[in-house]
């Protein structure tokens, strides 16, 4: 079993919303070139890291690159590059409520929903924050 779940952790796919698609006939690209450390570093990451950092829930953790993998595939296993969500802050203050966006502020958003209470303020603020989640030319993987 545990073979099993190893091999299931190590293929993990994003998909990517192809550019110019509207939202109601999205069409997506298969991004399958993540490293095999990943699932080792995220477990690592959730074990150092195990609450939101947005609304301090333990529950439906996952762990969000700051700056996306496929904009800059260098930062994929860098720690400073992570942040520990759950699923609701993961949409809402990662992505700005679209998996199309990503909040480059994420960190200070999450920072502030926690200190003050007020998760709505940083969700509106990750949504004037986002930008476009797609990759930058000519960028690829480094092999691991």
């Keep these: 079993m545990n073979l099993l779940k190893g091999l299931i952790l190590g293929l993990t796919l994003s998909l990517l919303p192809m550019e110019g698609n509207s939202s109601k006939n999205t069409s997506f690209i298969l991004v399958s070139d993540r490293s095999s450390q990943w699932p080792k570093v995220r477990k690592q990451y959730i074990v150092k890291h195990p609450r939101c950092e947005a609304c301090d829930s333990p529950k439906s953790l ?27 802050c993961h ?3 990662g992505h700005g409520g679209s998996f199309k966006t990503y909040n480059p502020f994420v960190r200070e958003d999450a920072t502030l929903a926690l200190a003050s209470g007020d998760r709505k303020s940083s969700e509106e ?12 030319e000519g960028k690829s993987r480094t092999p691991s």
């Design 62 to 88: 996952q762990v969000h690159h700051i700056i996306p993998v496929h904009t800059n595939p260098d930062k994929e296993l860098d720690p400073t590059n992570l942040i520990t969500l759950c699923s609701r």
């Design 91 to 93: 949409l809402r203050i």
């Design 125 to 136: 603020r990750a949504r004037k924050n986002r930008l476009p989640n797609k990759p930058l």
